[in-house]
């Protein structure tokens, strides 16, 4: 113990009666230069005085001391240490090159070190306390492992009587071991069932999925809180997938890969963590009923589950036709469920609404919906215990998962919540955070991680070459380098005066468009760079000088290739494709609804490539595309699958040009006809080093 002392506000006495409070069994050795003892045990003047082995050393010094305290310890052989003091890269760039001096020492000699700018570690299961803030009074051993950058998240976690732990780890800076180690060893902790993360900055995305493949692969729920995850501005790019593919994106698609769940703040948080940990019932599909005694909550209830994602299926007639005859005459049997005011003096018929909805094979989990603040009084108390009573009673014999929340974010009043914990009945608070929780256990136990084949022989050396000059991409030739790589483009030719464009729309049939061909014009529509619609040679001769001189009057720097003329495709329904790429997450893949208005509109998802046809698929199904392909309002149905299978193909391409490309514009894609395929519009490929040196008017015209 490096900075013990007698005094009872210094951290170096904080941890050791921390460690004699809990009745910790190993041995402990203060060093301090005067002192004879510390809190009653013998102390040593230096390292070299100590007698016996050291598994692990605590440093309660300043920051300035750290390194030699480091170095001290090396040469007596103790390669774990513990590091409280701030100082370090928290405090900016002085500050950051003495915690890259730490972490080159640290890995160079195998010391594990937890911090610096941390509260420490406290294993409840072990009995072991290296941790410098006051234990929690009533802290409750149980399954749940604490990891968090925030000293102040541990603090406030760890004071709730509603969560049981296994470990509590603030980890600070992270500038050695960092959550994902920490991750990895409660994924073989014995005494570990589910993990909480408070996540500052995820510094190494790669160890950081190992360590979660195995605690999926444990069984192990994963639930994390990740700050800084607003946008103060995202840099220019010329691409619409920078808009809409932000870094949060990205991260929220890592985390679903791996089955990770991503909640929003600590509310949130908590009751996730309490229904994982006090659920041991996987449901088995999506369906969720509701039962209630009051209509209006239900109501509620309803546009809640909605907005969160729930699903509430209809009923299946025969249990309908059961609670016509369970219910009072002016009952309605339906999902959600309203036992009517009824239920409040019939016990019985309560319970027999719960067990019909039980039984209903379209429901997976039944969530009752209850007022039960804390400040009930003696008789509302005792009239809502009885129908706690009797959801434990149903309990003890149920297959499904039946979850009790309060309508309220306030605590249960402890006799409603009695018969609850005695029955181990998951009992969460507040409606919101409650559906919310109830979604993630149906995701994370619906969660599958598909394994992906080797995409290597996509990659063309002569078009990796191409990308890597860092040189701007037309669209004639990004819808070459598509095409090559097995997507749908439309015919087109390159003209460079009016007669070639007349002759070329002679031979590709028409009508045909028009569009600028400069690689200094991202976005063409915006200088008035594509016309529609020319159905003759002579409307395309005279388009063609018009687009022209109306494209340099706009951007007269630009370089003009001359125009293209394009095979006018039906418009069928726009969708945009894309590929971004977000540090540190690599490449990932974004499909939504396409066109002029795509960022105004900004309905589109991403994922992490590569992503399967199923996946794709998915990602289709949680935009507005998904209504519109069906064929909406009477419209011909579009060919959804050939969509999936382009979005697919180009999360490929994402990989295997990952170190040369850094963005991908596909809008508009015209998705044809159930059977016509899905066909490239318009196609925007930027470079890794194009997105650096764009030209200060190309950045302009992305901006606007």
Known sequence: MLGASPRAEALGNTVIRNLQRIGYAGAIYPVHPGAPEVLGIPAYANLDDIPGSVDCAVIALSYDKALPALEALNARGVRNAVLYASGFAETGAEGAALQEQLTRYCNQNGINLCGPNCLGLYSVASRVSLYSAALPENLRPGGLSLLSHSGSACIALSNLDRLGFSHLVSLGNGAVTDIADYLDYVAQDEHTTVAALFIETLRDPEKFAVAARKMRAAGKPVVALKVGRSSSGAAASAAHTGALATPDTALQAFFHRLGVVLVEDYDELIETCVLFLGNDRKPKSNGVAVLNVSGGELALTCDIAERVGLTLPDLTPATVNLLREILPPFGAPRNPLDATGVAVFDIDMYGACLRALLADPAISLVAISQDCPSTLGKDQAATYRRLAQAVAKVNADAAKPIVFFNNISDTIHPAVLEPLN???????????????????????????????????????????????????????????????????????????????????????????????????????????????????????????????????????????????????????????????????????????????????????????????????????????????????????????????????????????????????DLNPVSVQPIGKGAIVLDALIIPKADNKTLSATNIEEAQT
């Open 422 to 664: 005695e029955a181990s009945v998951p009992s969460l608070c507040g409606m919101r955070n409650a559906l919310r929780a109830i979604g993630h256990l149906i995701d994370h136990h619906a969660h599958a991680e598909v394994k992906h084949t080797s995409v290597g022989h996509l990659r063309d050396e002569q078009w990796a070459e191409r990308l890597a000059s860092g040189l701007p991409f037309t669209e004639r030739e990004s819808k070459a380098f598509l095409a090559d790589h097995g997507i749908a483009v439309t015919r087109e030719q390159l003209a460079t005066n009016a007669d070639d464009a007349a002759s070329a729309a002679k031979r590709l049939g028409f009508p045909v468009v028009l569009k600028i061909d400069s690689e200094d014009i991202p976005h063409k529509t915006e200088v008035g760079g594509v016309v529609l619609n020319l159905a003759s040679e002579a409307e395309v001769a005279t388009a063609f000088d018009d687009l022209i001189a109306r494209v340099r009057k706009h951007m007269p720097q630009a370089h003009i290739n001359g125009a293209l003329v394009q095979q006018q495709i039906d418009k069928g329904i726009e969708a945009i494709v894309g590929i971004a790429t977000h540090k540190p997450f690599g490449p990932g893949v974004l499909v939504g609804s396409g066109g002029v208005l795509v960022e105004l509109v900004k309905d589109a998802t991403f994922d992490i490539a590569p992503v399967t046809t199923r996946d794709a698929s998915s990602m289709i199904a949680r935009t507005r595309l998904a209504d519109l392909t069906r064929g909406f309002r009477g419209a011909t149905p579009a060919d959804r699958e050939a969509l999936a299978e382009l979005v697919s193909r180009l999360s490929e391409v994402a990989i295997v040009y990952a170190d040369e490309l850094d963005a991908m």
